[in-house]
């Protein structure tokens, strides 16, 4: 009678051993995934969205946390104001969004951004497509603070901030506006 090692493979011993190919398709998954964040530092490096640029510094040891210096765009409420938003990325970027908040003394006070940094936007979570970038994450948040009419924090923001999580990932959202 054969046991269920045997069924799987018909060799008791090769079951036993994980497959020597299992580990390509994890592989080409994380030479994927530092290419796509190479891409991605290059254009930010080299393109940044208006107002924005990366902190060198926060790329020298990992490529998978960086900092992004932004100033608030002319002619709106944040101008002339300076910020810091921190991306996060797993190693299942870009099919899962990267973990972003601002960081640092400033933190703008608006109604979709807590005072913990963590930012209430769609496409942080579950409108995030593999299609986006990094640039257009920070294009969606500079025209999110741009198009602001009253700085205030969101009505719920002391709960928020006692009660939630680190990661702002890990908070299930609910989005009932797009207006400020």
Partial sequence: MEGPSQ?????????????????????????????????????????????MTLNEKSVQNSITQWIVDM??????????????????????????????????????????VYSNGHICLSILTEDWSPALSVQSVCLSIIS????CKEKRRPP??????????KNPKKTKWWYHDDTC
């Fill in 7 to 51: 069924v799987a493979t018909g060799f008791p011993l090769l079951s036993m051993f994980p497959c020597r190919l299992c580990w390509v398709p994890q592989r080409l998954a994380q030479v994927a995934f530092k290419k796509r964040l190479q891409k991605e530092l290059l254009a930010l490096q080299n393109d940044p969205p208006p107002g």
């Fill in 156 to 165: 719920d923001n002391s709960f928020y901030v006692r009660t939630c999580n």
């Fill in 71 to 112: 100033e608030g765009a002319p002619g709106t409420l944040y101008e002339g104001e300076k910020f810091q938003l921190l991306f996060k990325f797993s190693s299942r970027y870009p099919f899962d969004s990267p973990q972003v908040m601002f960081t640092g003394d400033n933190i703008p006070v608006h109604p979709h």
């Fill in 144 to 147: 999110m603070l741009s198009s």
